[in-house]
């Protein structure tokens, strides 16, 4: 299978593969690392909690994502479902996607759901349950979403989440009796605090994992290292929002459902706070409408959301050479992840480079094996043609092999 690159610093992210040089500088890696300083300071103390509570029974009870859900996602795409504006462009389509997929036995769909916490309830209002909601807010905010008025057919989701997640929503999950699945990241801090209340190491049970800060780059890191998805396709991933002057024009185009609250109960406002950076759209080819032509669109973003940009593209980059080929497929029809910089925007001031058309370009081009720029509908058709082509290719070797029924 290879093993996974983790990089300590920036001269062994580049080392591990040049190509992240190209975009990627080490002023990025800085400011990279002193925000994740900075959430530890401001959050460190709630986590704590967080994580003694949690540990004093819901994580024997439930257990973690190792050791209950290893591989479930073999020879399937993992769909993940962010809360960007961007989604409403895919919803349609996703609606489709998941009828279809919900009429075969689990064992032959080919295709995992995964909502963010803020889409749970959007997605269960459009008759879609997801087979999992992904959490990784360590706050209270996310209590509503999750956990009030949610019908009986969103019961059957499981909650993936980190041990550092806020106590009073997963009591309220469990009391409602709906399963979670633990993880941790690889915090040294976190792992001495889980090691002095239980008396051994996370990392021995094999529930400790390196991922991103966001709830999407979580997703893709638990797709690929615990479910064993190597095809994970997102929609509503857009760390980004449309600029507009009225600032609170841009608080109600921040997410698909224009709700707002969350991001307002922890703190943040990010729509109160931009940076400029190139984000693209697609566009139907008139000729042919399999067909799409790729334009750059300023959009407005923010500190944040750019580090958890960088670290998803790094990822990929780094992961080029990983024995087991994977396809990371941004189907968010918008927002800026995979829009790359060719010079070091940070020291060089980005506002001065927005309009310089040669400066921007798509990771698509770095990494053209692993990353792709498509749409939903393309991205899902390429996995099931590929999928059928395999299942027939090995009926032909051996006829007593059944070819699965499918509702595709």
């Known amino acids: 299978m290879g093993k996974k690159v983790v990089a300590k610093d920036y001269d062994e992210i580049v080392s591990a593969n040049p190509k992240v040089g190209e975009f990627f500088f080490q002023t990025d890696w800085e400011i990279m690392h002193n925000s994740n300083e900075r959430l530890r300071e401001s959050f460190g103390k709630m986590w704590k909690r967080n994580l003694r509570k949690n540990l004093d029974n819901l994580f024997q009870k439930h257990r973690t994502i190792n050791a209950d859900l290893k591989g479930i996602g073999f020879n399937k795409a993992t769909i993940a479902i962010g809360a960007g504006a961007t989604f409403n462009k895919n919803k349609n389509v996703l609606k489709e996607i998941y009828f279809a997929n919900n009429e075969l036995p689990f064992e032959a769909q080919p295709f995992i759901f995964v909502a963010s916490n803020h889409m749970y309830r959007p997605l269960l209002e459009m008759g879609i349950t997801p087979h999992f909601v992904m959490l990784c807010e360590g706050s209270d905010v996310v209590y509503d979403q999750l956990c009030k008025n949610i019908p009986k057919h969103g019961r059957g989701s499981i909650l993936l989440c980190p041990l550092r997640a806020h106590w009073m929503v997963l009591k309220e999950w469990d009391k409602q009796g709906r399963m979670i699945k633990f993880y941790m990241g690889d915090n040294e801090w976190m792992i001495a605090e889980f090691e002095k209340k239980m008396g051994f190491n996370p990392k021995t049970i094999g529930m400790v994992m390196s991922h991103g800060g966001n709830v999407m780059n979580q997703t893709f890191a638990i797709a690929l290292k615990e479910l064993d998805s190597t095809v994970y396709m997102c929609v509503g991933n857009d760390?980004?929002?449309?600029y507009h002057d009225a600032l609170e024009d841009r608080r109600k185009n921040y997410y698909a459902d224009g709700d707002y609250t969350s991001n307002m109960g922890t703190g943040r406002d990010e729509a109160n706070k931009y940076f400029p950076w190139m984000g693209y759209e697609l566009e139907q080819s008139i000729l042919d409408p399999t067909q799409y032509t790729l334009r750059f669109v300023p959009r407005a973003s923010t500190g944040q959301l750019l580090m958890y940009k960088f670290w998803v593209e790094n990822q990929v980059t780094i992961q080029e050479l990983w024995d087991r080929r994977f396809h990371y497929y941004?189907?968010?029809?918008?927002?800026?992840?995979?829009?790359?910089?060719?010079?070091?925007?940070?020291?060089?001031?980005?506002?001065?480079?927005?309009?310089?058309?040669?400066?921007?370009?798509?990771?698509?081009?770095?990494?053209?094996?692993?990353?792709?720029?498509?749409?939903?509908?393309?991205?899902?058709?390429?996995?099931?043609?590929?999928?059928?082509?395999?299942?027939?290719?090995?009926w032909q070797t051996n006829p007593s092999v059944l070819v699965p029924a499918t509702a595709f």
């Open 239 to 242: 760390l980004s929002y449309e």
């Open 330 to 394: 941004n189907c968010s029809e918008g927002g800026i992840l995979g829009v790359l910089s060719r010079k070091d925007t940070i020291k060089n001031n980005v506002g001065k480079l927005m309009l310089d058309k040669d400066n921007w370009y798509m990771l698509d081009e770095v990494n053209p094996e692993c990353y792709h720029t498509t749409t939903l509908a393309k991205a899902c058709n390429d996995f099931l043609y590929v999928k059928e082509r395999m299942v027939r290719e090995q």
